[in-house]
């Protein structure tokens, strides 16, 4: 038997990752609550399990009285003749371990005992699993779709099941039972029915995780994301930067042939996805977040989080991009209001000329020699010729290294009509 019970105990902690020590404490319980349920009380009951062997011993603690009519409790004392059977040493007044045989226990006190030693086993798996993914929160993982709960996906994870609701679904996606999919673990709360686990396929994280194990170099810690802005499911920029002269951000994340990005590409159904680089001047920065179009000049406001931008006018649709959605991604990643105007529209909007930040107190020497450019109004071509100097005319665009900063989705970036 002791053989018998040393194997379960083997087998529970492998296959549930429940400690042996914490089992033991599991049957000294159910021993404990038996001799409560057979005899009233358990107070003076005490269990000892070797846990090398298997073997146990339950006792009760009795005091020695002189005879039996001074017996007012037998399950707190004993006289002193049946003492002397137990033990010839015994005398009056001395507590003496009395030997519990579990045996004789009734069937329902074994039945409690039982129960409380399934419960136990209950409440530590679930425990277990608690810990394990509470430990993969703001994480990605890869589960199988089970089946629809309403308008929600049921997900496997492995040894618990996640709820992905239908406000954390990517519009327009479908799933089918038995298919694999990754998914962001918003949050792992603790119920008494279990750990309740869920997930999501919109957060923006998704795609930073997903770079994060795609990418060697974002892993390690050479290239960093620094901000990241997505509409899921339809398109998603992320800003990067490296910590080693040596090492392209964008290259390393767009990978050989586009292989690093088309894989992240693909697992987000065709979500289109623009890689810029990080620059620590708020204008550079703006100039790269409103990639693939062509920027003329942009006028940043540090304090007020601000910019005003111009582009050429045969620009401006892209620049915008459909609906909005390429200047508010851009907004969005910058943490600035852009606001977007063509050349023609620039000359008679104030604020977004030159000669706006050249009168009056500009015209000291508080922006000389490049500091306009640390005041955070970027590399526009602040020139006295205006904006011939921005190097994006006669494809100075790809010469500034924009060829490869476009909207990576397996092919090249269409502008959306002028209208």
Known sequence: MNK?????LDILEKEKE???????EAIENSLLTACKNHFGKSDNVKVEIDRETCDFLVYAEKEVVPADEDVEDD???ISLEDAKQISVKASVGDILHVEIKSKEFGRIATQNAKNVILQKIR????SVIYNQYYEKEKDVVTGVVQRYVGRNISINLGKADAMLSESEMVKGEVFRPTERIKVYILEVKNTPKGP?????????????????????????????????????GSRTKIAVWSNNPNVDAVGACVGMNG?????????????????????DNPGNLIQNALSPAK??????????????????????SLAIGKEGQNARLAARLTGYKIDIKSETQAKDAPGFRYEDYMDGDYEDDEYEEGEYEEAGYGETGFEEAGYEETGFEEGGYEEAGYEEESAYDGGEAEAP???
């Open 4 to 8: 018998e019970l040393m194997e379960a």
């Open 18 to 24: 429940i400690s042996k020590e914490t089992l033991f």
């Open 75 to 77: 399950c707190l004392q």
């Open 123 to 126: 409440e530590e798996e679930r």
């Open 196 to 232: 309740r686990i869920n997930v999501s396929r919109t957060h923006p994280e998704l795609v930073k995780r997903l770079f994060e194990s795609e990418v060697t170099e974002i892993k390690d810690g050479t290239v960093e994301i620094r901000s990241i802005a997505r509409e899921a």
């Open 259 to 279: 292989a690093r990005v088309n894989a992240i590409v693909e697992e987000l159904r065709g979500e289109k996805i623009d890689i810029v680089n990080w620059d």
């Open 295 to 316: 920027i003329v000049a942009v006028f940043a406001d540090p304090d007020e989080k601000t910019a005003k931008v111009v582009v050429p006018d045969y620009q401006l």
């Open 417 to 419: 009509d002028e209208e």
